[in-house]
């Protein structure tokens, strides 16, 4: 079977894209996989990482405000479009997979008129505009929320989660996890994540927290690359001086790590992309969830609003965080064992870590039929 993935622009079409590709690798069937990506966009770095074989698309962003790049944007989906009717002619493949972003709007729409089955997955409980424009012609929809089906034909929408690595859910004990990351086994964990970028804002409020609570608890941080450095320059004094909690902070968490990191934590604050909250879920933990305000259509706000409904988890909204609110939110579960417990219940009920197998299997019973 020949299989080609389409989606970028940011990690959060990407890596779902890349789960897929590796739920096809797991199945029993040989299949070739083709990776067909903005040239200048992170999927070109990444996919050719992962082991797939990458063609590049012409692509542009759109703006939120109508300018002369539009015309450019416009003329970018064209040429795209063409680069992508050249890579079907000679790949030929099956069927497609697009997992968003606006890279994917030139090969789906190539694919679906060239009669080749199509699947486009939405992550986020706000539809991504490509997403919304190419559902007219799609012949599958995979969503990652259930708020989000109704945004879409109900005759060819399939709720199925947010695809996500295979190896999320550590086969390793918690003691074993916290003894490899070099944290304390009897600690209460903290897991922050602001995404594999980090989050200036999140990470300064956790950082305040960490120097002043009186909380015996430790907190593996991954504060981005690009913030390390200022990190540990302004904070690193003020944490250790505090004796009573644990930090330690990286620049980020490796792919074998972050199974690790999930295992060994009681807790966890992040940022709401679909993906972080899709891994968190699948891994049945309760968390601290602060949306990123900028993200488009305040996608983020309505992922964790999702989350916090179930029952998986808090929303706490950047505008109103302090340190001293976070730690009082820590408090409360650190205090109420039976409260975390009820809410890391509600997180895995919600949790799909088969979401990237169920998609494959579609992608196949449609290309067979």
Known sequence: MKIILTG?????????????????KDSESDHEILYAGSRDGMESKIAPDAGLTFQGVTARKLRKVIS?????????????YGDAKGILKQFRPDVVVGTGGYVA???????????IPTIIVEENAIPGRTNLWLSQWATRICVGFEKVQKEFPDHKTLMTGVPIRNDILSDATKLEARKSL???ADRFTILTLGGSQGA???????AEMASATQLPIQILHQVGDKNIDDFKT?????????????????PFLSKTQIPLAYRSSDLVICRCGASTLAEITACGLPCLMVPLPTAYADHQTANASAVAKAGGGVLLPQINLTAKLLDQQIKSFYDDKDKLFEMANAS????????AKIIAELALELASS
């Open 8 to 24: 970028g622009g940011t990690g959060g079409h990407i890596f779902p894209a890349i789960a897929i590709a590796q739920a096809f």
């Open 68 to 80: 002369l790049d539009t015309v450019q944007v416009i003329l970018s989906l064209f040429k795209g």
């Open 105 to 115: 709007a030139s090969v789906v729409l190539a694919a679906a008129n060239s009669r």
């Open 182 to 184: 070099e944290l304390d």
């Open 200 to 206: 200036q804002k999140l990470n300064e409020v956790v």
């Open 234 to 250: 302004h904070w690193g004094k003020s944490i250790r001086a505090n004796s009573t909690v644990r930090h330690r902070a990286i």
């Open 348 to 355: 895995k009920k919600i949790g799909h870590p088969d979401a």
